[in-house]
């Protein structure tokens, strides 16, 4: 099994951008969901499964500098960091830093309604599943033959990783549940299985909707009252990994299922 594709986004909601490699970390990807929008209107985290327009944005983050790339104009400029705001994120309060610049009028004006751009305080405060997530072909493969479109490459599922999978049955990650794998120089332990909401129907890169992904999978893939895909991870073992990589599993395999909270959305 390989790694064959690697994609973040530093913007929390908008495109995932693949990536040659990435950095695993105990706290996650360091540069993963760096940002997040903040509605000043609800003072809570903006979430994509009510704002799937973030869907057709792109971000680049090198830092100090940002670039928002948006369907009505792109932005760029410097970070600097303004004052400190609590937002609310699926009943969780997290600490947030406004950011000055550029970017939160922007994103107002095509959202139509008021965001403020801010920068979380601590890893992994607006992802709510493990730092990590993965999908495997296998699974893809199946998915795309119940909902007939001609390719998935697992993009519209926002994983940190897609792992290859040649030969294995579909949704073979069940069985990775609760042990550890090993992607590269890095051990992830699988936390558990995944759940979905309806922003896996909507095109990767566009917003709109184009598949029903999660009645496709609901008949077999509910568990404890949601449809799940994919597996989530916390890192144990930092490491680089690149496209490419092996991933092995590090331990006796697992079948039971774990509890797992809402994915990041």
Not at 112 to 118: F, I, M, P, Q
Not at 177 to 189: C, E, H, I, K, S
Not at 223 to 240: K, P, S, T, W, Y
């Amino acid at each position: 099994m390989r790694v064959v594709r690697i994609a973040t986004t530093p913007v929390k909601g908008m495109a995932h951008v693949p990536r040659r490699d990435v950095a695993l970390t105990v706290d996650g990807v360091p540069d993963d969901r760096v940002f997040c929008l903040f509605e000043t209107a609800t003072g809570r985290v903006a979430r994509t499964a009510e704002n799937p327009a973030l869907l057709a944005c792109r971000a680049d983050w090198a830092p100090p500098s940002l670039t928002v790339h948006t369907p009505i104009g792109t932005v760029t400029g410097g970070v600097a960091e303004a004052g400190p705001v609590t937002g609310d994120y699926w009943g969780r309060r997290v600490g947030l830093n406004v950011v000055d610049g550029p970017w939160s009028a922007l994103l107002s004006r095509y959202l139509g309604r008021e965001v403020r751009l801010c920068r979380r305080r601590e890893p992994g405060a607006v992802i709510w599943a493990g730092p990590v997530s993965l999908v495997t072909t296998s699974s893809l493969a199946e998915l795309a033959r119940r909902t007939g479109a001609p390719d998935e490459d697992g993009a519209r599922f926002r994983p940190t990783l897609v792992v290859d999978t040649p030969g294995r049955p579909p949704f073979c990650e069940d069985a990775w549940v609760g042990v550890q794998l090993r992607v590269g120089p890095a051990v992830v332990t699988v936390r558990g299985a995944l759940p979905r909401c309806a922003v896996v129907d909507r095109e990767p890169g566009a917003g709109c909707r184009d598949h029903r992904v999660l009645a496709a999978l609901a008949a077999d893939r509910t568990r404890a009252g949601e449809i799940a895909f994919g597996v989530q991870g916390d890192v144990v073992n930092a490491g680089r990994v690149t496209v490419g990589a092996e991933v092995a599993l590090a331990q006796p395999s697992d079948t039971s299922w774990m509890p797992a909270r809402p994915a990041s959305t």
